[in-house]
Nanobody
């Protein structure tokens, strides 16, 4: 069983930065893909980006590309989401999730962390 716990959310002014962490407990093999998602009030959940657990391949949503960076530290079993040049429209609950590289469904989800960007 895998458990994911996000941290690092908070309130920041527009133009500021935050780094979210996703600590994973349990077995995450190199065949897992980690994803960051967000959900703003009244909106559908959307993908922010992904990173392969064993590799260095990353993908980003167009809305965050160039501002957000996903990285991971396998020794700490932790994935990070560095968010720079934050905008009020980045305000949302951010979730990390894990899925097998052989599946399109995310099997494990964290509880989410709130990010609020003030204008």
């Amino acid at each position: 069983q895998v458990q994911l716990v996000e941290s690092g959310g908070g309130l920041v002014q527009a133009g500021g930065s935050l780094r979210l962490s996703c600590a994973a407990s349990g077995r995450l093999s190199s065949s897992y893909v980690m994803g960051w998602f967000r959900q703003a009030p009244g909106k559908d959940r959307e993908s922010v980006g992904t990173i392969t657990w064993g590799g260095v391949s990353t993908l980003y949503a167009a809305s965050v590309k160039g501002r957000f960076t996903i990285s991971r530290d396998n020794h700490k079993n932790t994935v990070y989401l560095q968010m720079n040049s934050l905008k009020p429209e980045d305000t949302a609950v951010y979730y990390c999730a894990a899925r097998s590289v052989f599946s399109s469904n995310y099997d494990y989800w964290g509880q989410g962390t709130q990010v609020t960007v003030s204008a």
